[in-house]
C-alpha cells in the first residue's frame, strides 16, 4: 500500500525567509501527487499537481513553487514566505493502473506558521 | 467548472443521532465521489467512495449513494459515536486534470455524549 512521508510536522517561519517542504513515497511507482493547502477553518485548496518527474501544473498563482526531481518526491518550495502562507500543507498520491480515478492518499500534513 | 458544495458546519448532535451531511457537484462527464474525514491535527483519510451512478459507497456504518439525477452525494450515519466527530469532506475526481480531488469546503461535526 502508499505511504507518504512529509517532513517536518511543524514549522514557525519569519516572514521573508525561504521554505522546503518534502513529500516522499513508498509502495508505489509513478505516481500523481499533489499539494494542498489548508487554511485555518477553510477547505482545501490544489496548489500544485504532478504527474510525472518534471511535470507540474500550477493551480493558483501564488508565491509558491513546486519540484519534482524524482519518481516519487515532491517538493514545495518559497523564495520569500509572506504571512498569508500560513496553513496546513498536505501531500497526496494517487497510484495503480487506475490513478487518475482512484482516491488520494493523504501524507500527515505540515502546519506551517510564518510570523 | 467542477466544483463540490456541503452544507455548512458545525453540526452537533448527540451520540447515537441520525446524521446526514448534504453534498451536491457540478461536473462534466461522470467523476468518482469520495468522502474523506479528518480528525483534529491530522491529515485526511478516505472515509468512502462511488465510482458510478447509484453505486453506494460504505464504511464505518456510513453511507452515502452516487445520484447522478440530482447531482448528490448525501453522507448518512444511522447512530453517530462521540469518535465520529471530526472534518468531513466531500470530493470529486477530475480525470482530465490528472485526477485531481476537488473538494468541498468541509462540514465540521461535533457529537456530545
Known amino acids: 500500500s502508499q505511504t507518504i512521508h512529509q517532513w517536518p510536522a511543524t514549522l514557525v517561519q519569519p516572514v521573508g525567509s525561504p521554505l522546503s517542504l518534502e513529500c516522499t513515497v513508498e509502495?508505489?511507482?509513478?505516481?500523481?501527487l499533489y499539494w494542498y493547502r489548508q487554511a485555518a477553518g477553510r477547505g482545501l485548496q490544489l496548489l500544485f499537481y504532478?504527474?510525472?518527474?518534471?511535470?507540474i501544473s500550477s493551480e493558483v498563482p501564488q508565491n509558491l513553487s513546486a519540484s519534482r526531481p524524482q519518481d516519487r518526491q515532491f517538493i514545495l518550495s518559497s523564495k520569500k514566505l509572506l504571512l498569508s502562507d500560513s496553513g496546513f500543507y498536505l501531500c497526496?498520491?494517487?497510484?495503480?493502473?487506475?490513478?487518475?480515478?482512484?482516491?488520494?492518499?493523504f501524507g500527515n500534513g505540515t502546519r506551517l506558521t510564518v510570523t | 467548472g467542477n466544483s463540490v458544495t456541503q452544507m455548512e458546519g458545525p453540526v452537533t448532535l448527540s451520540e447515537e443521532a441520525f446524521l446526514t451531511i448534504n453534498c451536491t457537484y457540478t461536473?462534466?462527464?461522470?467523476?468518482?465521489l469520495f468522502w474523506y474525514v479528518q480528525y483534529p491535527g491530522e491529515g485526511l483519510q478516505l472515509l468512502l467512495k462511488?465510482?458510478?451512478?447509484?453505486d453506494k459507497g460504505s464504511n464505518k456504518g456510513f453511507e452515502a449513494t452516487y445520484r447522478k439525477e440530482t447531482t448528490s452525494f448525501h453522507l448518512e450515519k444511522g447512530s453517530v459515536q462521540v469518535s465520529d466527530s471530526a472534518v468531513y469532506f466531500c470530493?470529486?475526481?477530475?480525470?482530465?486534470?490528472?485526477?485531481?480531488?476537488?473538494f468541498g469546503q468541509g462540514t465540521e461535526l461535533s457529537v456530545k455524549p
Open positions: 470530493a470529486l475526481s477530475d480525470r482530465d486534470q490528472g485526477g485531481k480531488l476537488i
Open positions: 504532478s504527474v510525472g518527474i518534471g511535470q
Open positions: 509502495g508505489t511507482s509513478n505516481p500523481n
Open positions: 461536473a462534466t462527464g461522470y467523476p468518482s
Open positions: 497526496a498520491c494517487a497510484g495503480g493502473p487506475r490513478k487518475m480515478d482512484s482516491p488520494l492518499h
Open positions: 462511488a465510482t458510478k451512478a447509484d
